[in-house]
């Protein structure tokens, strides 16, 4: 939880590590919830401009809710994903952005 909120207060130095320690733990057989914290933690990194750690958690993120009943998910990562688009000239996040639309 305290990872989530220093999400929402845009205060990735405190996030970040936070939701490492707690992913690092968590097993993808909870692929909603583990989804759900990754794109905390990609929004985290985004915000510290660290795009390309941002766009591998984000596809990790899309990997592990493609397979959960749950929109929450998915609803989560738009924000991120069209924040995103700002850096589509990487190929890292044109791929990931592609990965989204299918």
Known sequence: MAGRCWTELRRPLRAVPVLEDFLSRYDDAHARDK??????????YLTAGEIEQATAITSRALE???GVASVRPR??????????????ELPSVADVLEKART
Do not use: G
């Open 75 to 88: 609803q989560r990562l738009a924000p991120i994903l069209h924040r995103l688009k700002a850096h589509q």
């Open 35 to 44: 989804s759900l914290y990754l794109s905390w933690l990609a929004d985290s």
């Open 64 to 66: 592990l809710s493609a």
